[in-house]
């Protein structure tokens, strides 16, 4: 894998790069839906790819292991092969769904014994194994195994869980380099920042994460609703190497997305967009709609022109709190097309506003608009 920083906006953080995978080339910055199970809920890899251009999506190593498993993705050539997705895959370690699990598992120095959500059955998860999950997975990037701290969490309890994720960081690290990817092309480690929202935590798990030497750096353990994200963000950015790309991991609203590139992150992933859809929040260019509402009943205007594409031109917003209202499933596959061609727009917007050095005047231009519920 190699990143390229194609242009530094003058007046923020903010750059535009290109990220080449054996699978593709990502231009950054960039939104990845997420596909937790080797599928976005709803849509066809072919409106995700054609339709929507999204180039790379990311899938969950803790959900694939319960299903389908490990034996069924091995015989399929793993999960681009089984899905049909020819563009990049990330795939998160898992860490963050152990971590949910929180009256369900125990954490040690070994690694985590949990029992899944399914069937209750008991699971152990070490540095080591959750690599090799990722190796059968065979995932374009792969994230290292951390514990994602609880928000609120006390200082001394930050400390220590960033020092036993560091030292996983350094198992995973091992066993990576003594490995091989599977499927003919080539793969990617990146570690991950924890902290809490404590300064001097954030800074010294930066440091010690860009000593490692990876591709590329995640930022974890910030989509808690702490208030702090974007001061957290900047902490991180101000100390990881400049030239590998920047992962802000579960990161969320648009508002979220646009401060945080201005503080230098390249990368997001959010389940907000596809389940906030099905639920009938929509997001548009001219800020949020709740589809449900009676208001739209008889408006017979496409769902977002600016957007383009067949979904956000074709369908009224009449017909949408018709489909939703009735929960009809064509109402949530339209909903959550629109609302991922909304993120994908946001980031292409805000790429073609640092490459213009306009990215600051546009920001403020563009939040005070799609903060509105309309």
């Given at each position: 894998?190699?990143?390229?920083?194609?242009?530094?906006?003058r007046?923020?953080?903010?750059?535009?790069?290109?990220?080449?995978?054996?699978?593709?080339?990502?231009?950054?910055?960039?939104?990845?839906?997420v596909?937790?199970l080797?599928?976005?809920?709803?849509?066809?890899?072919?409106?995700?790819?054609?339709?929507?251009?999204?180039?790379?999506?990311?899938?969950?190593?803790?959900?694939?292991?319960?299903?389908p498993?490990?034996?069924?993705?091995?015989?399929?050539?793993?999960?681009?092969a089984?899905?049909?997705?020819?563009?990049?895959?990330?795939?998160?370690?898992g860490?963050?769904?152990?971590?949910?699990?929180?009256?369900?598992r125990?954490i040690?120095?070994?690694?985590?014994?949990?029992?899944?959500?399914?069937?209750?059955?008991?699971?152990?998860?070490?540095?080591?194994?959750?690599i090799?999950?990722?190796?059968?997975?065979g995932?374009?990037?792969?994230?290292?195994?951390?514990?994602?701290?609880?928000?609120?969490?006390?200082?001394?309890?930050?400390?220590?869980?960033?020092?036993?994720t560091?030292?996983?960081?350094?198992?995973?690290?091992?066993?990576?380099?003594?490995?091989?990817?599977?499927y003919?092309?080539r793969?990617?480690?990146?570690?991950?920042?924890?902290?809490?929202?404590?300064?001097?935590?954030?800074?010294?798990?930066?440091?010690?994460?860009?000593?490692?030497?990876?591709?590329?750096?995640?930022?974890?353990?910030?989509?808690?609703?702490?208030?702090?994200?974007?001061?957290?963000t900047?902490?991180?950015?101000d100390?990881?190497?400049?030239?590998?790309?920047r992962?802000?991991?579960?990161v969320?609203?648009?508002?979220?997305?646009?401060?945080?590139?201005?503080?230098?992150?390249?990368?997001?992933?959010?389940v907000?967009?596809?389940?906030?859809?099905?639920?009938?929040?929509?997001?548009?260019?001219?800020?949020?709609?709740?589809?449900?509402?009676?208001?739209?009943?008889?408006?017979?205007?496409?769902?977002?022109?600016?957007?383009?594409?067949?979904?956000?031109?074709?369908y009224?917003?009449?017909?949408?709190?018709?489909l939703?209202?009735?929960?009809?499933?064509?109402?949530?596959?339209v909903?959550?097309?629109?609302?991922?061609?909304?993120?994908?727009?946001?980031?292409?917007?805000?790429?073609?506003?640092?490459?213009e050095?306009?990215?600051?005047?546009?920001?403020d231009?563009?939040?005070?608009?799609?903060m509105?519920?309309?």
């Amino acid at each position: 894998m190699t990143f390229n920083i194609v242009h530094q906006e003058r007046h923020t953080k903010a750059r535009a790069g290109l990220l080449s995978t054996d699978h593709g080339v990502i231009p950054t910055p960039i939104f990845m839906p997420v596909g937790t199970l080797g599928t976005v809920k709803g849509v066809h890899q072919r409106e995700l790819s054609d339709d929507l251009e999204a180039p790379i999506i990311l899938s969950n190593t803790y959900h694939l292991y319960l299903r389908p498993g490990m034996e069924v993705l091995s015989q399929a050539g793993g999960l681009h092969a089984f899905m049909g997705w020819d563009l990049p895959i990330l795939t998160d370690s898992g860490g963050y769904q152990v971590y949910s699990l929180a009256q369900r598992r125990t954490i040690s120095e070994e690694g985590v014994v949990f029992h899944d959500h399914l069937q209750g059955s008991r699971h152990l998860f070490t540095p080591e194994r959750a690599i090799d999950l990722q190796r059968t997975i065979g995932a374009d990037i792969i994230m290292a195994f951390d514990e994602c701290t609880p928000a609120p969490c006390t200082y001394d309890y930050a400390k220590t869980s960033m020092a036993l994720t560091h030292r996983w960081l350094a198992r995973c690290c091992e066993r990576f380099a003594s490995t091989e990817a599977l499927y003919g092309h080539r793969q990617v480690l990146f570690p991950i920042v924890q902290g809490s929202v404590y300064k001097d935590l954030r800074q010294k798990s930066a440091e010690a994460i860009a000593s490692v030497d990876c591709a590329g750096h995640g930022i974890g353990g910030v989509c808690h609703p702490t208030g702090q994200l974007y001061e957290v963000t900047g902490w991180v950015c101000d100390v990881l190497p400049k030239e590998k790309p920047r992962y802000l991991m579960g990161v969320g609203t648009p508002q979220d997305i646009i401060e945080c590139i201005a503080c230098g992150v390249d990368m997001f992933d959010c389940v907000m967009p596809a389940r906030n859809g099905r639920n009938g929040m929509l997001f548009t260019t001219e800020g949020t709609i709740n589809i449900k509402n009676s208001k739209w009943k008889y408006e017979f205007k496409s769902l977002d022109p600016v957007l383009g594409g067949y979904v956000s031109t074709h369908y009224t917003k009449a017909y949408l709190h018709h489909l939703i209202r009735a929960n009809e499933r064509l109402g949530a596959q339209v909903a959550t097309l629109q609302n991922l061609g909304f993120y994908l727009w946001l980031v292409r917007e805000a790429r073609k506003h640092i490459l213009e050095d306009r990215f600051e005047e546009w920001k403020d231009e563009v939040l005070p608009r799609l903060m509105r519920r309309i």
